[in-house]
């Protein structure tokens, strides 16, 4: 029995060896994140207080913090501000967890948008596709009818903004996806 006592702690060992890895792996990774929000934000205290808040963020929704600061990454990528990224997140994390969406998936869809400075065909496929229909809150917003607004899209003046404003609609008191986040998160 000596060998199978031997093998079991030899066993337990590197299993432990294993998770010390994994756990070093995981905080190298979460310093990389917090670096490139100090470099982003061209501010290490702005980078650190961002790196905070996505990682309370992501405590208090079904998220997890890597996910949630990659998203943050992203949205930094595209030349959303550093003050809105953490409202943006809410957003696109409400829309997220009513869709099923991944949230970083949802944050590159929303940065193309931003990068276009305007709603093309594609970015509006890949957010139908993923459960939102910005131009439906347009819509009940403006009261311009679907064609209206497809016609409105073709000639490219349907703004970032507008999609922002939708965005912000959707996840309001009163919007479809109000506090989705959080209900899912319990």
Same mark, same amino acid.
């Given at each position: 029995?000596?060998? =199978? +006592? @031997?093998? &079991? %702690?030899?066993?337990?060992?590197?299993?432990?060896?294993?998770?010390?890895?994994?756990? /070093?792996? #995981? *905080?190298?990774?979460?310093?990389?994140?917090?670096?490139?929000?100090?470099?982003?934000?061209?501010?290490?205290?702005?980078?650190?207080?961002?790196?905070?808040?996505?990682?309370?963020?992501?405590?208090?929704?079904?998220?997890?913090?890597?996910?949630?600061?990659?998203?943050?990454?992203? =949205? +930094? @990528?595209? &030349? %959303?501000?550093?003050?809105?990224?953490?409202?943006?997140?809410?957003?696109?994390?409400? /829309?997220? #967890? *009513?869709?099923?969406?991944?949230?970083?998936?949802?944050?590159?869809?929303?940065?193309?948008?931003?990068?276009?400075?305007?709603?093309?065909?594609?970015?509006?496929?890949?957010?139908?596709?993923?459960?939102?229909?910005?131009?439906?809150?347009?819509?009940?917003?403006?009261?311009?009818?679907?064609? @209206?607004?497809?016609?409105?899209?073709?000639?490219?003046?349907?703004?970032?903004?507008?999609?922002?404003?939708?965005?912000?609609?959707?996840?309001?008191?009163?919007?479809?996806?109000?506090?989705?986040?959080?209900?899912?998160?319990?």
């Amino acid at each position: 029995g000596g060998n =199978l +006592l @031997a093998g &079991g %702690i030899q066993a337990a060992g590197s299993a432990l060896v294993g998770l010390g890895r994994f756990a /070093i792996g #995981a *905080g190298v990774k979460m310093e990389q994140t917090r670096i490139s929000f100090q470099t982003m934000m061209a501010s290490v205290s702005k980078g650190n207080a961002l790196f905070a808040e996505t990682a309370e963020f992501a405590n208090v929704t079904p998220f997890s913090t890597e996910g949630v600061q990659k998203a943050g990454r992203t =949205l +930094l @990528a595209f &030349g %959303i501000e550093g003050k809105k990224v953490l409202p943006t997140l809410s957003a696109l994390g409400d /829309i997220s #967890a *009513g869709t099923g969406k991944d949230l970083s998936e949802l944050g590159v869809i929303y940065g193309q948008i931003k990068g276009a400075g305007r709603l093309m065909g594609q970015d509006l496929l890949q957010l139908i596709n993923a459960g939102f229909n910005p131009l439906q809150t347009i819509s009940e917003r403006t009261g311009e009818s679907m064609a @209206a607004l497809k016609k409105r899209m073709s000639e490219g003046a349907i703004s970032f903004e507008e999609v922002q404003l939708a965005f912000s609609d959707a996840t309001s008191e009163g919007g479809r996806f109000y506090q989705m986040s959080e209900k899912q998160s319990k």
